[in-house]
């Protein structure tokens, strides 16, 4: 069974840094695409970062020069750096990847940033 697990989320203050970390299990990771999503109250869930099996990097404008997603494939895990944090990056982090044309989800990580 596909299986991801997030991890890192917490209490920061503005100008603080976080680092999320996504362990997944149940597929050969390291050939899939994994990405990074959050979801604020009222608001849709967006694509936060992306990074493909051979290293390659997006990014949503608003995160770029902030955030950093990586892949450890020997781990079988996913991170993303975040620094700088912003009142507006308060969200439930969430990992996600598509196997066999389904996507999966974990339960997702809390971000809150706040002074």
């Known amino acids: 069974q596909v299986q991801l697990v997030e991890s890192g989320g917490g209490l920061v203050q503005p100008g603080g840094s976080l680092r999320l970390s996504c362990a997944a299990s149940g597929f050969l990771f390291s050939i899939y695409r994994m990405s990074w999503y959050r979801q604020a109250p009222g608001k849709e869930r967006e694509l936060v970062a992306g990074?493909?099996?051979?290293?390659?990097?997006n990014y949503v404008d608003s995160v770029k020069g902030r955030f950093t997603i990586s892949r450890d494939n020997a781990k079988n895990t996913v991170y993303l750096e975040m620094n700088n944090l912003k009142p507006e990056d308060t969200a439930v982090y969430y990992c996600?990847?598509?196997?066999?044309?389904?996507?999966?989800w974990g339960q997702g990580t809390q971000v809150t940033v706040s002074s």
């Open positions: 996600n990847t598509i196997f066999t044309a389904v996507q999966y």
């Open positions: 990074i493909s099996p051979g290293g390659r990097t």
